[in-house]
């Protein structure tokens, strides 16, 4: 029987939750017991590309840029393994564009940008070493990506621009590494990578035109981030 992506997800939180259940019930030790809020900063980097209502590619392109937030989540320590849940919100500054391939003209362009990030995540972890973390995370993320076709100088008709905004939902995987810095401080370096698959997307267009496409997105982040525990 073939696992899609989503199933082989959801079976790797389900574990990630049976392993928080069975570490609640174990000795709490000290380590990195207890929860934390902090914030991060990163790289992202979201690959888009775009097909017609015919199935025909419009053309694809990179959105890049700065992504800055926060997070908070809580971790239970069981001899040296870690496991936790995690809630992240960041403001993203990716964008990027295309020509529109066999569009209105040479023109033609088509932007993409993404203002924000969230994600919920379970990980586990292993404490190589008392201060330092290594561990895996995975679970559910979401984005929203604005979409816009413009061409100021088309060879037939008026200038036009059309603008579609679309929140995405997907799935991520990643691996970190934490290291604490004092009684209640730690640094984090991380890579993320999220799946947002395919999506419907209907633009309006200023002069009259409806047209709707199908754009697929992934996307990868390198990120720094530091956690006060509690």
């Not at 000290?30 to 902090?38: F, S």
């Not at 201060?131 to 993320?141: F, Q, V």
Request: proline share 3%; charged share 10%; net charge neutral.
């Amino acid at each position: 029987m073939d696992i899609s992506r989503p199933q082989a997800i959801s079976g790797v939180l389900c574990l990630l939750a049976a392993g928080a259940a069975q570490s609640v019930l174990a000795d709490p030790g000290a380590g990195w017991n207890g929860c934390y809020a902090g914030v991060n900063g990163g790289y992202g980097s979201a690959h888009i590309s775009g097909l017609d209502a015919t199935n025909t590619t419009i053309g694809s392109a990179t959105a890049d840029g700065g992504v800055v937030g926060g997070q908070a989540g809580c971790d239970r320590q069981s001899a040296s393994w870690v496991v936790g849940a995690q809630l992240s919100a960041s403001k993203a500054f990716l964008s990027g564009s295309h020509l529109y391939v066999a569009g209105s003209g040479p023109s033609d362009r088509v932007t993409y940008n993404i203002d924000y990030l969230v994600t919920l995540t379970g990980r586990v972890g292993y404490a190589f070493q008392p201060e330092t973390l290594a561990y895996l995370k995975a679970g559910g993320a979401m984005t929203r990506t604005g979409h816009n076709d413009s061409d100021p100088a088309p060879l037939v008709g008026v200038a036009y621009t059309g603008n579609k905004a679309v929140m995405r939902n997907g799935w991520m995987v990643g691996a970190g590494l934490e290291r604490k810095i004092g009684s209640n401080l730690s640094g984090y370096v991380e890579y993320n990578y999220m799946d947002f698959g395919k999506q419907t997307v209907t633009i309006a267009y200023s002069d009259g035109i409806i047209s709707s496409y199908s754009f697929k997105q992934q996307m990868n982040y390198l990120g720094l981030g530091v956690n006060y525990r509690f």
